[in-house]
């Protein structure tokens, strides 16, 4: 069961964000962005991380992409003006350089990480609530503080911002 | 009986249950609004109006649906569609009851039971924003942009105390199953969040009630849909079963809070005092004397049409007590009883307050849940957190 969910949650995800770059409205780039995120935590729960899969609904989806489409709305940004003359080089031969770049990053991925180190469905159980707080307070304490610190210092910023706006 | 067949068979039971209880939730506040106001609210459509809810489906199903000009078709469509699936989704984590087993088959009363059940709760309900948002924004008129303005930034501010308010529980059960915390609850009511030791959460359920009154866009912040200033907010274009989609979805918000409140706080399915002391029969007087009172005054009757549907009432009531008592069907009934008590309640005092307070202006709103509802939430957290470290060791 877990194969035919991955492939059609990977199948969405990719497609979404496809759509986030075709789009020219914002808030249908914004949506499809909002689709990529819901089929990546789809995928975090196929893999065995629960709390992973919540945090990314309740953080990506139900916060930050919220505020996306807010001040989406509050400029009321219209569609983008799509130019026609783009370059025939540009044309011709920009998704066979993709799927190629991809192609030799997936091979590189295959030969160079031992098998080992991949994750497989079903396979890893520490996913919870209590076991992630564990691993976050004890093994990973430093990059956990040192990341908090960075988000206090990036709330001082926008409230110095805000605040030069006022005066 | 397989998993499968049994979970069909238990989600079809929350489904209609569910359902039914929207349609009629409905007809209750009306009916509470008005002996509110001094009026009788609905009456024509069966006894007591009690078949007003059917009537309204079959108006709003046979009303025209209408598409405005120059709308985003994609989105005007998906938004109440979102509306709704959301919030029946979220029905799906509550636990109604324990473990039980009726004619041979165990099962936990309840859909299902996620280790991270109040986040999966929690990222449903924080979904929900997108529907209002994309409802106002598709819809191409000013009235409904400026309600989908409002309602996604009240949103997102008022989730942010509902969120922290619900850490209060989470943090005396020490697990996110809101089966695991309804079970850590057990006893009598001395064991609830709201007054279990070391950390009574009495501040926290304040704050967890208020900021739900905000989350489901209920008066006092109804700002989204402030009929005097915008219409009817973000659903003004809407008409037919889009707009009865949204109705439906407000309701049943309205459900979900309560019963998550009734959960986290409230105890979930346990008595108020233990079944040892006999908890267990309450069910049964409650509803005797309900039949008394029927009878009571059906027997001296205020209209000449209550000599029968009162004592029919009565009959009726006095069955229900009498389930109560039949071995098989105890363990199932009472717990629904002590919980739909309880969540029942929780939906009374949300009409009870529409129909006592003003709204709010705007900017009242806004400081009210930065300046004072955040605030007093993140000292909840802080001293909970404080008191649960110290009584462990």
Redesign the interface.
């Known amino acids: 069961m877990d194969v035919p969910l991955f492939l059609l949650f990977a199948a969405i995800a990719v497609a979404c964000g496809v759509n986030l770059v075709v789009q020219t409205h914002p ?1 249908s780039s914004a ?1 499809s962005l ?1 689709g990529v995120m819901g089929a990546l935590a789809v995928l975090y729960l196929l893999l065995g991380a ?2 992973l ?3 990314q ?2 953080v990506y ?3 930050i992409m ?2 996306f ?2 001040v989406i ?2 400029l009321n940004a219209g569609g983008e003006k799509k130019s026609r003359n783009r370059p025939r080089l540009a044309a011709a031969l920009g998704i066979p350089l993709l799927m190629l770049f991809l192609g030799i990053i997936s091979f590189l991925i295959q030969r160079r990480v031992p098998s080992s180190m991949t994750v497989t469905f079903g396979g890893f159980t520490g996913g ?2 209590g076991d992630l707080g564990r691993t976050l307070f004890t093994g990973y304490l430093l990059p956990f503080e040192a990341a908090s610190v960075l988000v206090l210092i990036a709330i001082l910023g926008a409230v110095v911002l805000g605040r030069k706006e006022i005066d | 009986m397989n998993f499968f067949l049994l979970s069909l068979l238990k989600a079809g039971l929350v489904a209609a249950v569910l359902l039914t209880t929207l349609a009629y939730l409905q007809w209750v506040e009306r009916k509470v609004i008005a002996h509110i106001q001094l009026r009788m609210g609905p009456s024509r459509v069966g006894p007591h109006g009690l078949l007003q809810p059917l009537a309204d489906v079959v108006k709003l199903l046979t009303k025209e649906d209408l598409l405005p000009p120059h709308v985003n078709k994609f989105l005007y469509v998906l938004a109440p569609f979102l509306a709704v699936s959301l919030a029946l989704t979220s029905i799906a984590v509550i636990p109604f009851g324990p473990e039980i087993e009726i004619f041979g088959v165990r099962t936990e009363m309840g859909l299902t039971d996620l280790n991270i059940g109040i986040l999966f709760l929690l990222g449903i309900s924080s979904l929900g924003v997108y529907a209002v948002a994309l409802a106002g924004w598709s819809s191409n008129n000013k009235y409904s942009l400026l309600g989908a303005l409002r309602s996604s930034a009240q949103m997102v501010s008022y989730e942010l105390p509902l969120a922290l308010a619900v850490v209060g529980p989470l943090l005396l059960a020490n697990t996110l199953s809101l089966r695991g915390i309804a079970e850590q609850q057990a006893g009598s009511i001395l064991n609830w969040s709201i007054l279990q030791m070391p950390a009574p959460q009495l501040l926290g359920f304040l704050v967890f009630a208020i900021a739900g009154f905000a989350e489901t866009n209920r008066i006092p912040f109804d700002l989204p849909e402030a009929e005097n200033e915008l219409v009817a907010g973000f659903h003004t274009e809407y008409s037919s079963m889009k707009f009865a989609s949204f109705f439906m979805a407000e309701y049943a918000n309205i459900v979900t809070i309560c019963c998550l409140a009734t959960v986290l706080f409230l105890g979930g399915w346990h008595p108020v005092f233990p079944a040892s002391m006999g908890s267990g029969y309450v069910p049964v007087l409650v509803f005797l004397a309900a039949a008394g009172i029927a009878l009571y005054h059906g027997v001296n009757p205020a209209r000449p049409k209550d000599r029968i549907t009162l004592p029919a009432a009565g009959v009726v009531f006095a069955v229900v007590a009498g389930l109560f008592l039949v071995p098989v069907l105890k363990p199932v009934l009472v717990p629904l009883f002590w919980f739909g008590a309880k969540a029942g309640t929780m939906m009374f005092v949300f009409i009870w307050v529409r129909g006592t307070l003003p709204r709010f202006r705007y900017d009242q709103l806004m400081r009210f849940a930065w300046g004072w509802l955040f605030p007093v939430a993140m000292a909840n957290l802080l001293a909970t957190g404080l008191l649960v470290a110290l009584w462990a060791k």
């Open positions: 808030v949506l909002i629960e709390f899969a919540a945090a609904l309740v989806a139900g916060a919220v505020l489409i807010f709305m509050l919870g609530p």
